[in-house]
């Protein structure tokens, strides 16, 4: 078991109600046994950034999780894309990942809002737990290559720094009038 503490032991789990009751040694239970010995259990897990969901693989279709017309993006939501029949493929229930903050794609500096998926969650409605928890943002060198390949800003860190202070002081000055 991978605690939250970073150790990972030997031990036992007491689930009541699809949550965790109990984490110790030698626990006992009127319950069903599952043995997991050998493997990796993760409880509670949350994957931070993922974008399982958005990705096409559910019906075959080209990845939906990137609008890149514009560098910037924050007015885009990643819910809108998201299709709840691919996070069911993944089993992630299985891996002991309860949650993930579904994330827009890799190539906009400032990507769009993201969103809290409950993988447990038997609908698509009821997937989306939080909408606007983060706002995705990318500073890296997939961005300068994606927008030189359409010689258009930013295709360096200048131009990153520059379209997101730019982005950031508009905001700011939106907000005080």
Known sequence: ???????VRQTDLLIKDKR?????DHLQADAMVFDAAGRDVFPGLMVPLCNIGVRGVAILRDKDD??????????MHVRYSFDFREVKMQHMTR????????????TPLVAGQMALVNTDAKNATDAIVADDVAMKG??????MDYYAGK??????????YYLLDKALTEAREYMEQ
Do not use: C, W
């Not at 078991?1 to 150790?7: F, M, P």
């Not at 965790?20 to 110790?24: K, Q, W």
């Not at 990318?138 to 961005?143: I, Y």
């Open 151 to 160: 010689r258009k800003m930013p295709t360096t860190h200048m131009g990153m």
């Open 138 to 143: 990318n500073f890296n060198r997939s961005v």
């Open 66 to 75: 990137t609008e890149d017309a514009d560098p910037i993006n924050p007015q």
């Open 20 to 24: 965790i009751a109990a984490i110790g």
């Open 95 to 106: 891996l002991g990942i309860t949650s993930y903050g579904l994330s827009p794609g890799l």
């Open 1 to 7: 078991v991978h605690l939250e503490t970073g150790e």
